[in-house]
């Protein structure tokens, strides 16, 4: 099969295998470059397959050797359909890491079940015995809770009021206005359900009954804050609640990891990036464009695997202490808050129009960032030849 992108709204409906292979050896080949990081050992991570949560996997592993166990939720291909690149993503970084002689194991399914957390405690029985940091990386669309059945749906919404802004089609370069209805209480305690805390307490409540989590383990999540700009949409709308929910569990938890060899729990605050789960968001695709061309210009530009690199190899190992906030959360989303990116983003903002996309934003760059996702424009690889797009889950 000739796989090319299909670009449908803020999603790409193909994946491909070469092209997700060369990413994440992108990946793996920018942390071993950083030198080795005296980390952890042996690493769960939830969410493991894009994003943050490949990041922190490529991380744990090439940077501190980890054995890791990865759980994602990826469709496979299908007659005439490439799988999602999580799934083509995760096949790449199993195959690395066992070149490597580092143990990986995957298991895919819905994390949020009884019966994925019930296989994972089984994986690290028979295979590590415990493990020593736990990453939650999860960003759904939904949530079955696993009690109750009920299907919770995660919508991003401002609470209270209308909010009304600039977005951008990042696939047709419109600028436009848009105006998003707040949500209803029931739709706010729903996007708590699915991106809040309790699935992150309930994973370190199972682990911590089976026992294996290692004395000291420690476990981060991570959550997002940004500028003013985003605040209506983002931090006061329901994914913030949702995220305040994930800093009140974060205490919950690291009281109960202090109780166990005195191990933690913390939330990291990680900087704006082109994901598959921040590109369905309104307002932010235009705000990113922008950062990326202020931050890239200032030669501070960092993606997936630079944040989690530095994240584990100066805050959170290596001999560091985390410089914690006055909320107790790890900032690596610093040199994107620091006041002179800001006040550059608040200059151009008003200031951008259809006409002008190209010239005050780097359009361009979240274009060639997002395609990147779904393994498309990485170089090396021939986009003209017949790939495999069925290749099985290992
Ligand atoms: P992503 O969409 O790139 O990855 C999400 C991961 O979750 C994938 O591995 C996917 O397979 C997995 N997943 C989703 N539903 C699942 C389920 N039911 N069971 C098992 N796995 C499931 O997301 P991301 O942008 O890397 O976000 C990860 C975290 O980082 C989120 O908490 C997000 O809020 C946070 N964050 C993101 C940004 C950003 O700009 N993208 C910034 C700061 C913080």
């Keep these: 099969m000739i796989i090319k992108p299909k670009i449908r709204g803020f999603i790409c409906v193909t994946a491909h295998p070469d092209g997700c292979a060369a990413h994440v050896q992108e990946w793996i080949k920018y942390v071993k470059s950083k030198g080795p990081i005296a980390g952890p050992k042996k690493v769960l991570v939830i969410g493991s397959s894009m994003g943050y949560g490949l990041a922190s996997r490529v991380t744990a592993a090439f940077g501190s050797g980890a054995a890791t166990i990865g759980v994602f939720f990826e469709r496979p291909s299908e007659e005439g359909r490439p799988a999602t690149p999580g799934w083509y993503n995760s096949i790449a970084f199993t195959q690395a890491a066992r070149a490597a002689g580092l143990y990986a194991r995957n298991v895919m399914g819905d994390a949020f079940s009884d019966d994925i957390k019930a296989q994972v405690i089984a994986a690290i029985k028979a295979d590590l015995g415990q493990v020593d940091l736990v990453v939650y990386s999860l960003a759904s669309p939904r949530r079955t809770h696993p009690k109750t059945g009920v299907v919770h749906k995660n919508c991003i919404k401002p609470i209270g009021a209308p909010y009304t802004n600039k977005t951008v089609d990042t696939d047709k370069g419109i600028v436009s206005e848009v105006t998003i209805e707040p949500a209803t209480e029931a739709e706010i305690s729903d996007v708590v359900a699915v991106m809040g805390g309790e699935d992150w307490e309930l994973w370190i409540q199972a682990l911590a009954d089976a026992k294996v989590l290692a004395p000291g383990?420690?476990?981060?999540?991570?959550?997002?804050?940004?500028?003013?700009?985003t605040w209506a949409i983002y931090k006061n709308g329901t994914i913030g609640h949702a995220k305040d929910d994930l800093e009140r569990a974060a205490k919950a938890i690291d009281a109960k990891l202090k109780a166990n060899g005195n191990g933690r729990a913390f939330i990291s605050v990680n900087k704006a990036l082109v994901t598959q789960s921040s590109?369905?968001?309104?307002?932010?695709?235009?705000?990113?464009?922008?950062?990326?061309?202020?931050?890239?210009?200032?030669?501070?530009?960092?993606?997936c695997i630079e944040q989690m690199q530095r994240l584990f190899a100066t805050q959170l190992y290596n001999g560091n202490t985390a410089k914690f906030d006055e909320a107790g959360r790890v900032r690596v989303d610093d040199l994107e808050m620091i006041p002179e990116v800001q006040d550059a983003v608040r200059r151009i903002w008003p200031a951008v129009t259809t006409e002008n996309l190209e010239a005050q934003t780097d359009i361009a760059g979240y274009r060639s960032e997002f395609l990147k996702l779904f393994g498309f424009g990485l170089p090396g690889v021939n986009y003209e030849a017949e790939v495999e797009p069925h290749v099985p889950m290992i």
């Design 217 to 229: 383990a420690q476990s981060v999540a991570y959550s997002y804050i940004g500028p003013e700009v």
């Design 279 to 303: 590109s369905a968001i309104p307002v932010v695709p235009l705000y990113i464009s922008i950062l990326y061309k202020i931050m890239k210009a200032r030669g501070t530009h960092e993606g």
